[in-house]
């Protein structure tokens, strides 16, 4: 299905709207042009036999005031016509960012590592508001300049049907011209939507890594590549330009020229062979006609820049929406208990280019599994693949004896909970940041989980409480006040495996102990993972892993792999200051 297809599958949705709408702009058309037929029959009929056999006002003012009513019936259809059609231009849209919202959902995460977020966002708004243009302005204008120029045509031939078929020439001039307009048009279009797009997403990185580029003094580097993309930008948008200057008022001016130089011809030929005598309101009409038969003319050829950057649009969104994705499912299932078990898994994020060989281990509902390694070793694929963030390559992984693929993903974390190393804070408040508006978890829920983890001591001199408001990511609360909101959010949903991700890495040691003692309450009847650099943290874990380039290279407990003398020993004896 192309993508004119798939819109007119959109605008179908909303059919009955936008044919009121198509209905009432039909009639204001006809209104419209009934106007030049009565000003002819004043003229022929009335004002010029007035000199013969004087002037009537009765009749006169009788067809003026059909002439005005005409046109307050247009003002009136036209007025009706806009909001139906706007109306139903906005139903479309508002639908198609929906869906398209609602698949981002759906998409996997590793459609987000390869897209960067401001390019995500541009075919959220950028280009569905290229598409808002398309049935907004675009359709409303092509309908009633189509509607226009088949009534002129009608009106042509019914005064004189010679004249209307060489009036007729316009229009394979005006295909001719879409056919080249769209064919460079459609090229420099996708450049500088592309080029919009790389835009918005160096722009949305830059304002995320702001205290990095100031820190390093790279803005003088950012700025030249923003700058580098911002002349491509402009170049193809004069392209375009130059594109658009040409099928204005220019093109149409001449076809204009040509057309009243074959009416004059016509009937100044036709006058001076005495084959005719034209009236002065045909004349009248006439010129009239062919002058409406260019406003609608005009309007489509300056409709044509918004329809080819709606085409692109359009395309770029489809391209998204066929992303695969996976519909969420909201199937709710008991608490499982939480037996976790790897079974030979390998994983690859792209080829045959192995982060994870061969992963074999068992974690028993209530234990702590600690993951250590250093940077690359594979702790935190290991997670990503128990959280079905990727799945495995080759081998599985079970809960209570099932295999994790076997149910859908969000059925699957439903039961888990997950603490990063740099925790994510929504704009709101600290209340509405731990239970995430979930209706399920009340406020006495947020304040335990709270308790639970120590915030309450940490977060007891904000004046707003729990209500304090927080902005986007938490930026004005410290690390350790972000990571115990985090934590307590991952503990008020209950979950059955909680995850933690270099969780205390960022925080302050009075923080670190509050965790750490809060950390006996939240294992009881929980699978625990810590991923963990700071091997103090997880000396007390039942049973640690350590990694090496994807791969288990030792594990038993704390004290087991202190007397094995191994890599974990080294490691420790690195960070505790036995080893200089």
Known sequence: MNTTQRLWQYALLYKKTLLIGLFLLAIAVAADLAGPFVAKKIIDDHIAKSVTNGLEFKPIAVLLAVFFGLAVTTAIFRYGQYIMLQVGANRIIQKMRNDVYKHIQTLPINYFDRLPAGKVVSRVTNDTEAIHDLFVTVVSQFAASFMTIFGVYIALFILDWKMACYALLVIPMLIVWAILYRKYAAKYNHIVRGKLSDMNGMINESINGMTIIQAFGQEKQIEGEFNELNDEYYKYQNKLVFLDAVTSHNLVNVIRSLTFIMFIWYFGSAELDGQTAISVGMLYAFVDYITRLFNPVTNIVNQLARLERANVASERV????????????????????????????????????????????????????????????????????????????????????????????????EHMGIVLQDPYLFTGTIASNVSLDDPHISRETVEEALKAVGGDRVLENLPGGLDEPVIEKGSTLSSGQRQLISFARALAFNPAILILDEATSNIDTETEEIIQHAMDVLKKGRTTFIIAHRLSTIKNADHILVLDRGEIVEQGTHDELLLHGGRYNQMYKLQSGEIK
């Open 318 to 413: 489809f391209e998204l929406l066929d992303e695969e994705g996976e519909a969420v499912d909201d199937t709710r299932i008991p608490r499982y208990k939480g037996d976790v078990a790897f079974n030979h898994v390998w994983f690859a994020y792209k080829n045959e280019e192995y982060v994870l060989k061969d992963i074999n281990f068992e974690a028993k509902q209530g234990q702590t599994v600690a993951l250590v390694g250093h940077t690359g070793s594979g702790k935190s694929s290991i997670m990503n693949l128990l959280f079905r963030f990727y799945d495995v390559t080759k081998g599985s992984i079970t809960v209570d004896g099932k295999d994790i693929r076997d149910c859908s993903r969000q059925t699957l974390r």
